[in-house]
């Protein structure tokens, strides 16, 4: 590790240490819900691997839309947005090695194995969870990298009606809609929210803007038709529409390799998603049984200004069985539990040309798990094992084990290791359009194994913690993107070497008085493949959000600082149209968002992003937009 990267470090929990002493008020332990597959609250202080939970409070503060923006206040995770494909990486992971999870369902798209985070927008009253370090032995192939777990608000959490509308530059409309029921036994809400904005240019030079319009509707609920029976639903559509651009690939051409305007080109995603379950509690609710089914089915359909170009369709139906038992005793509370997984994906490559197998494809699988925990108040411990029966690939077991101690009043030290799997998505085995890019039916999935440290440190009552963890994994059989000659035409295929994927995260959260908070979060990242950085994995990432908030909760403001450092990224600027190295310069983000009470139930709100007019490209020639400024209102009943 270099200097300059042990002072941004140092710098950014230097900056909570001073303003700590004049804390006055202890902070509620955040909870933790994916850390386990009984689904048994945990308090993050007796989570012994590396979470971020981002409170519904830090959301509306920070006035979130795409929820892809917050999560780049998360340590370790790295966010790549283009319009169509927005992605995300979480300890120098690929996109693909992240299991995204909405009200507990699997939202990835079966075909390529990964979600576009660009089309998850942010609920009223929701909710983050980011698990990093492979959770492969709770949830199979996809939590390789790890879990970000979206949880929007209960009918009891937020009940009643509340609603936002807001506009502001490029004709920029967003508005957003809820309502809560909390009853002695049912509890229910649905939601509507709206984005459009008529975008920017994101060439080099362009001029045509890249606009999006998104609509999500969800709804979940909860029925208890006795005290130790819950019966509950969850339902969420999603449907996107946005314009993107192509790259040049005429060879005689200047912009060769650049994204260049490309008029009628855009993209529509539309998913749904939808969970059935039912919940049954036994010895006082120490053992509860939970039976739940799933399913996710997912198309995408892009446009020229000649008709529909490309498409793919894809499903997922899944069953689970959770049994789980609480053991309390004099010293250590134990939890028993036992998972199965069922499992099917297919899909289908919609290609109107005739130029790609428009067949069904499909796999199975099935996936058991073992799961003990035990906690103190001094000492945690957690471990975890897997057994996937697969029908495309070998069966894989995975493991994770973590463990905390508590040397000293504020202290903690934790530990954790673990394997992960990552099975080849359906276009990496069987491609996507002949000609363009073959698959290849021999992939071998990837595996992974790692392991983290860490040091947790509350001062002033509480009032402040910091956090530091390194880890380390390797990947082995990492499934790149091939050129072989003579032909030079793209396939994928398993590398030979081992990804090494290295680094330190710091965290920092303090209360100054009653009024002001500071959240500041880094991460050193060292990714490599057999000594070659990988790609778009900044060796520096950092942000700051600072939010005050007026006595009576009459007014707030928040100040969002977020920088990404220098990285490396692929160009397809040789007339071979083999990919060649080129660099992403580092940029510095800045977002201020403030609201003023109106009356008891109305909001006024503005923000600024990027408010110093940053120019930057997240990956090689996508020009990110630049200054907007929103303004609206929003209202509680």
């Known amino acids: 590790m270099n200097r300059r990267s042990l002072i941004c470090g140092a710098a950014l929990v230097a900056l909570a240490l ?20 009984s689904d048994e609250p945990i308090e993050a202080v007796h989570f012994s691997g590396s979470v971020t939970v981002l409170s519904a409070e830090q959301l509306e503060q920070r006035q ?11 340590p370790g995770v790295v966010v790549a947005g283009t319009p169509g494909l927005s992605q995300l990486r979480l300890r120098g992971s690929e996109a693909n090695h992240v299991l995204l999870l909405v009200d507990r369902i699997e939202i990835s798209n079966p075909f390529y194995g ?16 980011v698990l990093r370090g492979a959770q492969s032995a709770l949830y199979g192939s996809d939590a390789i990298g790890g879990v970000i777990a979206y949880r929007s608000a209960s009918g009891c959490d937020n009940a009643g009606l509340s609603a936002y509308a807001e506009g502001g530059s490029r004709a920029t409309i967003n508005a957003g809609a809820r309502a809560g029921l909390c009853g002695e036994r049912t509890q229910a809400a649905i939601s509507a929210n709206y984005v459009s904005t008529d975008g920017a240019p994101n060439a080099r030079g362009g001029t045509r803007d890249i606009g ?18 819950e019966l509950r639903v969850a339902l969420r559509y999603i449907s996107t529409q946005g314009d993107f651009n192509n790259q040049d690939f005429d060879p005689t051409s200047p912009t060769l390799g ?45 446009f020229s200004a000649f ?83 697969n029908s495309r690939f070998a069966d894989a077991t995975t493991f994770r084990v973590e463990g905390g101690v508590k040397p000293a009043a504020g202290t903690r030290l934790r530990a954790a290791g673990g394997s992960g799997v990552k099975d080849p998505g359906f276009y990496e085995l069987f491609g996507y359009v002949d000609g363009r890019f073959i698959g290849n039916a021999d992939l071998r999935p990837e595996k992974s194994i790692g392991w983290e440290i860490g040091i947790d440190q509350s001062l002033a009552g509480e009032t402040m913690q910091l956090s530091a963890t390194w880890f380390d994994s390797t990947l082995k ?24 994927r290295e680094g330190l995260e710091l965290a920092a959260h303090t209360r100054i008085g009653s009024q002001v908070t500071l959240d500041a979060a880094y991460t050193w990242l060292d990714a490599k493949e057999d000594g070659a950085k990988e790609v778009r994995r900044p060796a520096n990432v950092a942000s700051v959000a600072l939010n005050w908030t007026a006595p009576d909760d009459a007014a707030s403001a928040t100040l969002t600082v977020r920088h990404n450092g220098a990285a490396r990224d692929l ?30 139930s109305t909001r006024l709100f503005g923000r600024i992003e990027n408010l110093l007019d940053e120019r930057y490209e997240q990956v090689f020639s996508f020009v990110s937009q630049g200054r907007s400024m929103i303004a609206g209102i929003r209202a509680n009943f």
Do not use: C
């Open 18 to 37: 001073p303003v700590s002493l004049q804390a006055e008020e202890a902070e509620t332990t955040p909870i933790v819900v994916s850390a386990s597959r």
């Open 114 to 129: 990964e979600t576009d985070v660009g089309t998850l927008q942010a609920d009223l009253g929701a909710s983050v969870e």
């Open 64 to 74: 979130v839309r795409d929820l892809s923006d917050v999560l780049r206040d998360v």
């Open 212 to 229: 999006r319009d998104s609509l999500t509707l969800a709804g979940k609920a909860t029925f208890e038709p006795s005290p130790n029976v």
């Open 571 to 600: 160009a397809f600027t040789d007339p071979s149209f083999v990919p060649v190295i080129t660099r992403l310069d580092d940029y510095t983000l800045v977002n201020l968002a403030g609201e003023v009470k109106l009356s008891h």
């Open 307 to 389: 008709g529909r170009e490309s498409g793919n369709e894809g499903q997922r139906l899944k069953g689970s069985y959770v049994t789980s038992l609480r053991l309390d005793g004099p010293v250590f509370a134990h939890q028993l539990t036992f998972a199965a997984d069922i499992e099917r994906e297919e899909y289908r490559n919609t290609d109107p040309f005739g130029f790609a197998f428009t067949g069904k494809r499909s796999a199975r699988n099935v996936g058991l798990v073992g799961e003990y925990r035990a906690s103190s108040e001094m000492v945690d411990f957690g471990a975890a094992v897997r057994h996937d029966f």
């Open 258 to 302: 650049l994204v260049v305007d490309t008029p009628g080109q855009y993209y529509e995603n539309e998913a749904i998603y939808g969970l059935i379950g039912a919940r049954v509690e036994a010895l006082e609710g120490r053992w509860t049984h939970d039976l739940s089914g799933q399913i996710a089915d997912v198309r995408r359909d892009t």
């Open 477 to 500: 059989h990492e499934i790149f993107t091939d050129f072989p000659a003579p032909d030079f035409i793209a396939t994928p295929a398993n590398r030979t070497t081992d990804s090494r």
